[in-house]
């Protein structure tokens, strides 16, 4: 079992930056594929970055080239989120996807708002 606790959300303005991280329970790398997702009022859940190892990582196109999804030595995941715009407004998830067991593991979720 993989236990999820995202931090890092809060009110920013237009333009402004944020840093989300992932804490892990357990080791999920090399095995787990680990992704940002995030979820607006009254839409769908939506990708935002995935990534299954160091150079296998991508990024929806609404956010590439100005969020950065990256890990350190141990078992914590980042999102380093710039240029932030009123529609990057959501609560953002972390997720550990295992593909051997296909089984998904969810962060509560931590509230991004961007409003001047």
């Known amino acids: 079992q993989v236990q999820l606790v995202e931090s890092g959300g809060g009110l920013v303005q237009p333009g402004g930056s944020l840093r989300l991280s992932c804490l892990a329970s357990?080791?999920?790398?090399?095995?787990?594929?680990m992704a940002w997702y995030r979820q607006a009022p009254g839409k769908q859940r939506e990708l935002v970055a995935r990534?299954?190892?160091?150079?296998?990582i991508n990024y929806a196109d609404s956010v590439a080239g100005r969020f950065t999804i990256s890990r350190d030595a141990r078992n914590t995941v980042f999102l380093q989120m710039n240029s932030l715009k009123p529609e990057d407004t959501a609560v953002y998830y972390c997720?550990?996807?295992?593909?051997?067991?296909?089984?998904?593991?969810w962060g509560q979720g931590t509230q991004v708002t961007v409003s001047s």
């Open positions: 997720n550990a996807f295992n593909p051997y067991i296909k089984k998904d593991y």
């Open positions: 990534m299954a190892g160091r150079d296998n």
């Open positions: 357990v080791s999920v790398y090399g095995i787990h594929i």
